[in-house]
């Protein structure tokens, strides 16, 4: 059924491996290198242009077509410009999402079906779906459900936690049952093991080497203002504006018994408060207002009756089991209940939603709800 598979080359080990494995099982394969952003930094430097360049190496190796295709304006408006905004309101957001829904698994994944008539795209990323990685067991009567991969530490489920169901159903995903050590060692087995030696890239993509401080001065006004203990009230330093801080991030001031970190940030009088100790109790939090969530498959419970589920809201941390249920009667506005208290939940990020291995969708986080502090008086 599937035989034009259009791979996303990004010029990494991963998607290396991906088309080797389609090309292996005999699937006419074409690969399409994703230009979102060509910008160069202070250095000169731009990621995108070496992994164009080894993009087009492993598919002359492969022996098999290659195409740019370029979503640099719609990057731009549809993630990066959300992402400025975000930072100039004071909250974090995660780009790398956002990126996933409106631009790989959206403008990309049309692209494929209809410009260049895919069966279906292909990715190097670490998940899985009911489906199989060859969409071996689809069905085009049946739910599909997005799993997490074999590698619990490379697992990037939480990345595609909003991406389309029509999407997934068209997506292949080779490696997904493979840990990040056996994908480099199958490339140094076929040839390609100078991928496997390349550094992989970390972060947000577009800052590239520079310091995200320095990157993110480029483009917000930095407007100083003070640091002040949420405790005492007092002043204790200075900070260079807000859009640089992140709730939960350790502040550098001198004289402290006591490492301070980010607790709130008043966007209108410019001040960041910040409580002492990582163990402060105003960091720690066991509720979550959440809005805007995104369903992969939307589970029933939440329509009428509160969902037993586990929740992360950074993608290296455990699983915590909690309690959902919707406020507003529209299915727009979700509140979270942890089991666990957790540590600096932050505003603009995701809270993404597994049951066993399953991740059926995320939604943005709105604020924690009362500190523990609060909760103990």
Request: with cysteine; charged share 20%; aromatic share 12%.
């Amino acid at each position: 059924m599937f035989r034009k598979i259009v791979v996303g080359i990004s010029g990494g080990v991963d998607s290396a491996v991906t088309a080797y494995l389609l090309k292996n099982k005999g699937y006419d394969i074409h690969g399409a290198f994703m230009k979102n952003w060509d910008l160069i930094d202070e250095s000169g430097y731009c990621s995108g242009e070496q992994d164009w360049l080894d993009a087009q190496k492993l598919c002359r190796q492969l022996d098999i077509p290659l195409q740019q295709v370029n979503f640099v304006k719609e990057y731009w408006l549809g993630v990066f410009g959300s992402f400025l905004a975000d930072y100039n309101t004071g909250i974090t957001p995660n780009p790398d999402i956002l990126c996933n829904r409106h631009i790989k698994f959206n403008l990309f994944f049309k692209y494929a079906r209809e410009k260049m008539g895919a069966d279906a795209i292909a990715t190097g990323h670490y998940a899985k779906t009911n489906f199989g990685p060859y969409l071996e067991n689809y069905n085009d009567a049946s739910h599909v459900h997005l799993l997490t991969g074999v590698d619990e530490i490379k697992d990037q489920t939480f990345f595609l936690s909003q991406i389309s169901l029509d999407a997934l159903r068209y997506t292949m995903f080779p490696i997904g049952g493979m840990t990040k050590t056996a994908v480099k060692r199958l490339a140094a087995d076929v040839g390609l093991g100078w991928f496997a030696k390349k550094k992989e890239s970390m972060g947000i993509c577009f800052v590239g080497k520079r310091s995200f401080q320095d990157f993110i001065a480029e483009y917000i006004e930095s407007k100083p203002g003070d640091f002040v203990d949420f405790n005492t009230g007092k002043v204790v330093g200075r900070h260079k504006g807000i859009h640089h801080w992140t709730v939960g991030q350790k502040a550098k001031i001198g004289g402290c018994l006591r490492p301070y970190y980010i607790f709130q940030k008043d966007v209108r009088n410019n001040i960041i408060y910040l409580a002492s100790g990582i163990d402060n109790p105003l960091l720690i939090t066991d509720m979550i207002y959440l809005e805007n969530p995104v369903w992969i498959n939307k589970p029933i419970e939440l329509d009428h009756d509160i969902w037993r589920c586990q929740f992360r809201f950074q993608h290296t941390k455990p699983l915590v089991p909690c309690s959902i249920i919707t406020t507003d009667g529209r299915g727009e506005k979700l509140f979270v209940e942890l089991d666990v208290p957790l540590t600096a939940i932050t505003p603009g990020q995701y809270a993404v939603f597994y049951k066993d291995d399953e991740c059926f969708g995320s939604a943005r986080i709105v604020k924690p709800g009362p500190s523990m502090i609060y909760s103990q008086s």
